[in-house]
């Protein structure tokens, strides 16, 4: 490129999130925002009131009979398959026939004039059925008898019982990871519109608008042309949209070719938190193995989930916090085994992080335990433990670990935070003060990048260049916030050297990029900006032939520069070569691919290279907790995060600082609790509680590794963002558990589950006070 400077929205830039202005005044148009066409209806689902349950009989006639119904829908009224399984394992119903799995099982549709009128009548029904013993965590679905919802995953290098059996010091311990709901602003909502024939429109609030097609396309009993799914933006989605939305989306559409009228379906919060999956709860039991000086010989993990009802993706989220249980450290011996245990609750899907993050904290508990055993400070275990060089660089599924820059990126944090001169500091502090006391963390991540489901990793682009030189840009990735769309243009934008103005970047939709993947898994970038920028090569390509046959110029004389071109001595504005080439009859559209290299997995063998590169970071984190309440605040933060050569650092900081907050939400106060009915009773924004502006740390340095650079070829060669942050979030969790081991002068590691809510903060207090 010649220069950037010249040209506005360049990638490498900071460039404002192409709809913040519509978002900030309201202007941003949302699936609820579509006008609807006279005559549309509403939909509301009727739900289970217990957990478990053979169905007698479903008495819906005085649901029918209610003020506004037009109709109900069933099992019966499903016109293809009763299944909208992600994984096609046929063990998700739309609406079960003979047995309610959880509490707040969707049972029935109601479809009526108003939502109004559809919600109240949907709490009419009779439900005859026989109640059956429940369990709702992993634990008690093991000592029941539960079976696995998907096959387990073991993970195995080396021999663990002879490293373990004669090692110095080895430490058992077990874990509790509490799940997290996604919490986005706007809930679950889809909006089906009939066509004729077999033909459905369904605008919808997805991350994965291929597999809401399918799914759609699986319950009517048509091909996947007659589906065409439509997403603008979502209102945020965190992994709660990927899977989730198949079935609003299967409800709206049945009811809309049923009836032959637009269907709308939107429930209520509480419906919406009580109906859909959220982050998978895990118990980690562990037995590691170390040397005097802190290095580890072995680990033995095991890790159960709890995984709702039925599978959903609850394989690959499992496999994958084994993926992750190492993180930034390398096991000479290890075995890691997973449980995805069935349960009666809602089942649990993708969120952020797709379970890395429930594997890197067992990782880091685990730094923390050989800490407090050595003696020494967890950071310098953590470096004892780092991967290196040849012999410490494979990890647990025999990929080596070739671009690790963790050894300068936390040198540099552990400098510019102070980290040593304020742990000392802090551990004066807590020698004289009675009921305050400090603790400080400094914790790494190390972040696979890749769908794990090799296929997956595949994304399409459309570009056409209109002949006034105006340019449409359509791929398969999904915009919910985060800038996707922003980063996608500006690699056009750079490709074509125009301003990004120029660029007009629509709705995705399954009509002009089939098969897409699911925004997902930190991908969206790095595989829709790759697909562009082929549909971007592909045009320039023939642009270029066009214009050395025309001027007789060698093709290395056609050179794009700032919003014109150059061709030998000549320059024209692209606008005025643009027509040329129109009127020369060059195609100016082109559909761009791209596919992840280098990348296979072998599952049964537990081996292959399932990332195509790491992604790095940490965080220092610094807090104060009352040792009589257990109440705490986050007092400084300092991030030093790796995104490689950043598209758009501005957009990039951004999303690594709501990462963290979201990641430190998960470890601290978001808490999901089920009652002895196994009711969820955190199922609104009144009971469950994430993190406020006034959480965030008083202190929070944010900076990006602006020396890196992906030694893969990725586009422009930058790295994901979306999910390796939330990991750092860990810090103020580790910071909790020092500020708490001072109260028993930092002899014994603190029994700290997650998330650390106040309660457990004095909890753990308290047992320690005990203990010494």
Same mark, same amino acid.
């Given at each position: ?85 992600? #994984? ?11 047995? %309610? ?99 459905? +429109?369904?605008?919808?609030? &997805? ?29 945020? @989605? ?79 989220? &499992? ?54 055993? !050595? ?76 769908? #794990? ?17 105006? %340019? ?93 071109? *150059? ?29 992840? $290299? ?25 807090? !104060? ?13 300092? %991030? ?22 979201? @990641? ?16 969820? *009773?955190?199922?609104? $924004? ?28 990725? +586009? ?7 999910? $390796? ?48």
């Amino acid at each position: 490129m010649k220069d950037n400077v010249s040209i506005r929205g360049a990638a490498h830039t900071d460039r404002i999130h192409d709809s913040a202005t519509k978002h900030v005044t309201g202007a941003a148009d949302y699936t609820d925002d579509i006008v609807e066409p006279v005559g549309t209806l509403h939909a509301y689902l009727g739900v289970s009131d217990v957990a478990h349950a053979n169905i007698r009989s479903l008495d819906l006639s005085a649901v029918r009979a209610a003020p506004g119904v037009v109709g109900v829908l069933t099992a019966d009224d499903i016109p293809g398959h009763n299944d909208i399984s992600p #994984t096609g394992l046929n063990d998700e119903p739309v609406f079960p026939t003979d047995k %309610i799995q959880f509490h707040g099982q969707p049972l029935f549709a109601v479809i009526a004039e108003t939502r109004d009128a559809a919600r109240r009548a949907a709490e009419l029904a009779d439900v005859d059925c026989e109640k059956l013993p429940h369990a709702l965590d992993p634990i008690a679905a093991q000592d029941a008898g539960y079976p696995h919802v998907t096959a387990p995953l073991k993970l195995e290098r080396g021999e663990v019982a002879p490293a373990s059996a004669k090692a110095t010091n080895r430490i058992k311990g077990r874990m509790s990871v509490g799940g997290q709901d996604h919490m986005y602003l706007e809930g679950h909502i889809a909006f089906a519109i009939p066509g004729e024939d077999d033909d459905v +429109i369904v605008h919808c609030s &997805t991350q994965h608008p291929s597999e809401a097609q399918h799914m759609v396309a699986h319950v009517l009993g048509v091909p996947s042309n007659a589906v065409t799914v439509n997403v603008r933006r979502m209102g945020g @989605g965190f992994g709660g949209k990927e899977s989730q939305m198949n079935l609003f989306c299967a409800v709206a559409a049945i009811a809309a070719k049923k009836w032959g009228r637009a269907v709308k379906i939107r429930p209520d919060r509480d419906q919406d938190m009580t109906a859909t999956g959220k982050r998978h709860d895990f118990v980690i039991d562990y037995d590691v193995a170390f040397d005097d000086a802190g290095r580890i010989e072995a680990v033995n993990g095991v890790f159960a989930a709890r995984c709702g009802f039925s599978s959903d993706l609850s394989g690959p989220v &499992t496999d994958r916090a084994l993926f992750h249980a190492d993180n930034a450290y390398f096991y000479p011996n290890v075995r890691l085994v997973s449980h995805p245990m069935k349960t009666n609750t809602v089942s649990n899907t993708a969120f952020r992080g797709f379970g890395g993050p429930q594997g890197v904290i067992v990782a880091e508990r685990i730094m923390e335990e050989i800490a407090y055993a !050595t003696g020494q400070d967890p950071l310098d275990v953590r470096k004892a433990n780092f991967y290196g060089g040849k012999g410490r660089d494979l990890t647990p599924y025999h990929q080596e670990v070739e671009d690790n820059i963790l050894d300068r990126l936390v040198g540099e944090l552990e400098e510019s935070a102070d980290y040593r001169a304020r742990r000392k500091a802090i551990i004066d502090f807590n020698a004289t003060s009675r009921v305050l006391k400090k603790g400080i963390a400094l914790t790494p991540v190390k972040f696979g990048i890749s769908f #794990t489901a090799t296929w997956y990793n595949q994304a399409g682009a459309l570009v056409h260049v209109y002949n006034d030189g105006s %340019i449409h840009l359509n791929h398969g990735g999904t915009e919910m916030g985060q800038g996707l769309n922003t980063k996608v243009a500006q690699v056009v934008a750079e490709a074509f050297q125009v301003d990004f103005e120029r660029i007009k970047i629509t709705r995705t939709t399954t009509e002009k990029v089939p098969n897409t993947s699911a925004t997902a898994a930190s991908s969206g970038t790095d595989l829709n900006g790759m697909a562009a920028l082929n549909a971007v090569e592909q045009i320039k390509a023939r642009l270029v032939e066009f214009a050395a046959g025309k001027w007789k110029v060698s093709p290395d004389a056609v050179v794009f520069e700032p919003n014109q071109v *150059r061709i030998g001595n000549e320059v024209l504005s692209f606008d005025a070569f643009i027509k040329q080439a129109y009127m020369a009859r060059v195609q100016l559209s082109a559909a761009g691919f791209y596919k992840t $290299p280098k990348i296979h997995w072998d599952r049964a063998a537990g081996k292959g290279r399932p990332f195509f590169y790491y992604a790095y970071g940490a965080a220092c984190s610094e807090v !104060t907790i009352d040792t009589l309440t257990g109440e705490y605040r986050v007092e400084r933060t300092d %991030i030093l995060h790796d995104v490689g050569r950043s598209l758009n650092p501005v957009l990039d900081k951004g999303q690594v600082e709501g990462a963290f907050i979201q @990641g430190m939400g998960w470890l601290t106060t978001e808490e999901l609790w089920w009652d002895d009915a196994g009711r969820l *009773r955190t199922h609104a $924004p009144s009971t469950y509680k994430i993190p406020l502006a006034s959480d965030r740390p008083r202190v929070f340095n944010v900076k990006l590794a602006d020396w890196s650079e992906n030694r893969e070829l990725t +586009i422009k060669r930058s790295k994901a963002v979306g999910e $390796p942050p939330f990991m750092l979030g860990i810090s103020v969790f580790e910071a909790l558990s020092m500020a708490v081991a001072s109260v028993a002068d930092y002899r014994i590691c603190p029994r700290l589950d997650a998330p650390a809510t106040p309660e457990r903060v004095l909890m753990a207090v308290e047992r320690l006070k005990a203990a010494g």
